[in-house]
């Protein structure tokens, strides 16, 4: 992305903070009274210094890790495996609260302007939410595209406002207008202090959403990050301070019914057009700064899943190559949210700063570490950045959740414990998976009795289908999502070959494309409803009329992947061997992996440029039969049978998506080889 689109699209979150972060921190204070107003300004110079010290931070992360350097990977590259899935959980509950939160800051800023429409608060965000569900399926690109302009507006309002409620304060020589005497419910206090503090930092949710996606920047991508992070830090500055100050000013104060942004255009602009331009710009780029967050969820949860710490099907990749299923998941979860919380802000602030600077907070500590551990040139100036920035996040970290835990804060500190919970059971599920289905020496034979009759050569033509990411059944990634410790799942890995107690002939010496050889799939988008060949005549009565093809879907060569070509062979009829690879490299692994056995079978490699599966293994069939629709074609799929009933939800359910896809074709027969762990 150029940085003039890269800047609205991935700093929405933070620049549409600024229109509840002063409220929230005013929001506290106005409890002790104008005592407590009196600390506005110390607060927010604070606040202020923690944009300047994060965002100065997170430019030596943007050079450090020029490929993305989000809170997960630089806590898991330095830290360790446990502060990594810390920092993700706190990510993960700072997506979800950055949904929730800034579409309930989006509806108060309509029910202000509409005050008839308060009722309809909650009813309003969950569509809210349905359209951002909607728009990110159609692909986050695009989706991003259209969130641009909205930012770019409100940043004009927002500095139309200033100038114009400044310029109105230098006609009265700056002196502020005397605040309403609010009611006083608590003292000035520390906790107080501290819990206004808090609450304001709200304000840079979303500032480290550049560092996560310096490789969407045009060359040079980490030059252009940093240039862009440093305009986002800037602006956002200057608006926050701008407002606060404007609040001092105007003598607003919070109120229940209406936002202090539309207090402030209302005084300055009536209830004119620019009002509504204030109100209407204020609203969309609120509700559309959720957008970051659909960027950034659904790409953390697929890393979860390619490291084992989350189900694969978060891995797989849809239509329009978006990771639809962590898209759905994001929009449940705030939708739950947002309900349960009433769709109000104030309700949902509390939660929202421990997720944000817990993540923070780890970031930085890695990026110490990381500078530590390397020290080259100016690695002094860049470990002081983030130690400085990692320290402050701890002390918001720590702030928020002492001062706010009984007011909601406990909330967010159950939801990272439980997200610690469930992904390291999920991975020890998945470690005991890959010990249980490592190939061991000695103890892989296939029948040594041939197949009856030749195998006809099926044509070669590409895959027309788009399809989801594929994944292995027992949960590893293929091709270059497959983590280091599973790449070499083949026979074994470093030049060990595969022990052998008897050499099996081989099989089905006129296959087709015999060996191991690779298709390229077609490289033209797919089309839904592909033409189904004319069926052929199912009249056979007598066993010897029908004619057999076996095919064996393979994602690894594993021990479930082996049960199921020693069946194949059993069955006394031809055997073909197929592999959907991602890439030539992993279709070239593969082949590998396969001569290295010993090459029994015959192999077709099939290399998928959609990152699909199913959909290529369903083209290639339908090629088959096209061409021998005397053939049953019998496909074979291995399929991991878990213990417990909660296991299987972490497998993949390919045997059925190949069989619903199948269908409509006769003589096709899917077929299971069970593998028990």
Known sequence: MRKLLALPVLSADALSSVAYGPEAMLGVLVLAGTAGLAYAFPVAGAIVFLMFAVGLSYRQTIRAYPHGGGSYIVASDNLGRMPGLVAAAGLMTDYILTVAVSIASGIAAITSAVPSLTPATVPLGVGVIVLLLAGNLRGIRQAGALFAAPTYVFVAAMFALIAYGLADAAGRDFVPVPTPAPGVTETVGLLLVMRAFSSGATAMTGIEAISNAVPAFKPVEWRNARTTLTWMVTLLVVMFAGIVVLIHLTGVVPRAQETMLSQLARLSFGTGWMYVVVQAATAAVLLLAANTAYNDFPRVLSLLARDGYAPRVFMRLGDRLAYSNGIILLSLAAALVFVAFGG???????????????????????????????????????????????????????????????????????????????????????????????????????????????????????????????????????????????????????????????????????????????????????????????????????????????????????????????????????????????????????????????????????????????????????ALHRQHPDLTVTVILPEIVTRRRRHQLLHSRTATRLRRALRPLPKIVITTVPFHL
Request: hydrophobic share 40%; charged share 25%; net charge negative.
């Open 344 to 622: 109000l802000t104030g309700a949902l602030i509390p939660l929202y700063a421990v997720g944000v600077f817990l993540a923070f907070t780890l970031s930085q500590t890695g990026m110490v570490v990381h500078w530590w551990r390397l020290r080259d040139r100016h690695w002094r100036k860049s470990l002081f950045f983030n130690a400085t920035g990692g320290l402050l996040s701890a002390v918001v970290f720590i702030t928020a959740g002492i001062s706010k835990f009984t007011s909601g804060a406990w909330v967010a500190v159950v939801a990272v414990v439980l997200f610690l919970l469930v992904t390291t059971w999920i991975r020890r599920h998945y470690d005991s998976a890959r010990a249980a289905l490592r190939l061991h020496p000695h103890l892989v034979e296939l029948p040594t009795a041939g197949p009856c009759g030749p195998l006809p050569a099926p044509p070669m033509t590409p895959a027309t289908e788009h399809g989801p990411t594929p994944e292995r059944e027992d949960g590893a990634p293929e091709g270059g999502d497959r983590p280091r410790e599973e790449e070499g799942k083949a026979p074994e890995r470093e030049g060990k070959t595969l022990e052998r107690s008897g050499e099996a002939p081989r099989a089905g010496t006129e296959a087709p494309q015999a060996g191991a050889k690779a298709s390229r799939a077609g490289t033209e988008a797919p089309r839904r409803g592909a033409e189904v060949p004319e069926p052929a005549d199912e009249d056979e009565e007598l066993p010897e009329e029908i004619r057999h093809l076996s095919v064996v879907a393979l994602a690894a060569l594993d021990l479930a992947g082996m049960r199921t070509l020693a069946y194949a062979a059993s069955l006394q009829q031809p055997v073909l061997a197929v592999h959907i690879g991602l890439t030539e490299e992993e279709g070239r692994r593969f082949r590998d992996y396969w001569t290295l056995w010993g090459d029994h079978l015959p192999l077709e490699v099939v290399v998928s440029p959609y990152r699909a599966v199913v959909a290529p293994l369903v083209h290639y069939i339908e």
